[in-house]
């Protein structure tokens, strides 16, 4: 059989296993096996607990299960809550504050956190309330915090970054150095877009007062004192200070990503406990048994894609898929804009693990030798993944809104986030009209390559 062939029944026999139902690590696993016991030696399927495990012992990854750690301690606690208060309280005056706080607060969460769901589940929980509460249409208030939800995966520690970086054989620090820049224009965007969109439903609430007397929650805003606003910090301030102090360590060179991780875990278990009384064993079993879950579920997905990508290795489907994207001799830009294009219409489908580790051998070779900076390329595929959380049909963050905010239409969440989609589309130009926006703060920092 020749290798087109081989590839084209590859990647059918995925889809077909995919749509079944059948969990995704289990479904590249049986693929992966499936396709050495038939195409390859017999002798192969000895050592499928050798590659695996070979292909997963990385120090890098080995911090993926203490940022997940961080972030259920963080998560699983009153700090998105009191965090998003505080944001609330000091940006009263801003027109549109109250969306601006949201997005602001899920940026830094996301940053404390490294997870989009617990992003959106903390912050969403009490900012949609009272978005609501103030006038804030149901779509727009869904569409905040799905979208600042997103950040999880953009500003450093993210794990999605992490097995980028693995995959990608990059620096993990100069990558989540170049997510900075970019995830700091995000934020501009949806703070500019929430200000806007703040002043056309306050106009719009303002004018049908004016007509007919309909009175509208936007007409009325709380505003808190000074001393309120300075009560609010205590609480905050020590996880923000945590959030310094991990990427400080991990950036002045006085720590490994693990040992960072590791130290972020630590310190987050000691907040909650001193800041909300979170040490009991009661307490800590919900966040233990989501850390395990979560980092179980990771690890098998890691594996088995890992295994699957050697499968396509041995078979030289990936080499001959690279080889063939570079004889058709695209432009460099074409040739990136179908690559982004592709990992677009995976993200319909696909968690972002699961496209970072399918696709790395197929599509770094040839952006590698058309001459683009991986480390670059790592961060507009991460912002187009974050397209994928909230975008339908399988946007992950849409059901995350519905689970909390259950009386929020779905078209109205899907209309709600739609425009910002459109945001991080213009991010992923602004960001290749002008690279070093990703690129400038890596290379200050730790040097030119």
């Not at 690590?25 to 000895?46: E, K, Q, R, Y």
């Not at 956190?113 to 009490?126: E, F, V």
């Not at 703040?198 to 509208?216: K, Q």
């Not at 009560?231 to 200070?241: A, C, D, K, Q, S």
Request: neutral net charge.
């Amino acid at each position: 059989m020749s290798v087109l062939s081989l590839g084209l029944l590859f990647g059918a026999v995925t889809l077909i296993v995919m749509f079944s139902g059948m969990p995704i690590a289990f479904a590249l696993g049986f693929v992966a096996i499936l396709f050495m016991a038939t195409f390859m030696p017999a002798s192969s399927l000895d050592t499928v607990t050798q590659n695996v495990y070979e292909e997963m012992s990385s120090i890098t990854l080995l911090s993926i299960p203490l940022f997940i750690l961080k972030g259920a301690a963080i998560g699983r606690s009153d700090a998105g809550r009191d965090l998003y208060l505080a944001m609330h309280a000091w940006m009263q005056r801003v027109p549109g504050g109250l969306g601006i706080a949201n997005v602001f607060t899920c940026a830094l969460f996301a940053a404390m956190a490294g997870s989009s769901p617990a992003t959106c589940s903390a912050i969403g929980s009490a900012g949609i309330p009272e978005m609501r509460k103030r006038g804030y249409s149901p779509g727009f208030a869904a569409g905040i915090i799905a979208a600042g939800g997103t950040l999880g995966i953009l500003l450093p520690p993210s794990i999605t970054m992490i097995l980028y970086a693995v995959a990608a054989e990059v620096s993990l620090g100069r990558l989540f150095l170049a997510g900075i820049g970019p995830g700091l224009l995000l934020v501009a965007l949806f703070a500019l877009y929430a200000m806007y969109k703040f002043r056309s439903e306050y106009r719009v609430a303002s004018a049908a007062f004016d007509r007919d007397g309909t009175h509208s929650a936007y007409l009325e805003q709380k505003t808190y004192t000074l001393l309120e606003k300075v009560e609010m910090l205590p609480r905050v301030l020590p996880f923000v200070i945590l959030l310094i102090g991990v990427m400080a360590a991990l950036y002045g060179g006085y720590a490994t990503p693990s040992e960072t991780a590791g130290l972020g875990a630590v310190l987050a278990l000691i907040l909650i406990a001193l800041t909300y009384h979170v040490w009991r064993p009661a307490d800590l079993r919900p966040i233990l048994t989501a850390t395990l879950k979560e980092s179980t579920m990771l690890m098998f997905i890691i594996g088995m894609s890992l295994l699957f990508s050697y499968v396509m290795s041995y078979l030289h489907i990936s080499q001959s898929a690279a080889q063939g994207i570079v004889g058709m001799q695209f432009s460099k830009w074409l040739l990136l804009a179908a690559i982004l294009l592709m990992v677009i219409v995976l993200g319909f489908f696909l968690p972002p693990v699961s496209i970072i580790l399918m696709t790395a051998p197929i599509i770094l070779p040839p952006l590698k030798a058309a001459g683009f900076d991986l480390i670059w390329f790592g961060v507009l595929m991460t912002i187009v993944m974050e397209m994928g959380l909230i975008h339908p049909p399988v946007g992950l963050n849409i059901f995350v809104i519905k689970n909390i905010a259950p009386d929020i239409p779905l078209h109205d969440v899907i209309w709600g986030v739609l425009p910002f989609v459109g945001l991080m589309f213009a991010a992923v130009f602004i960001i290749c009209a002008f690279p070093a926006m990703a690129t400038a703060l890596p290379d200050a920092v730790m040097g030119l390559k």
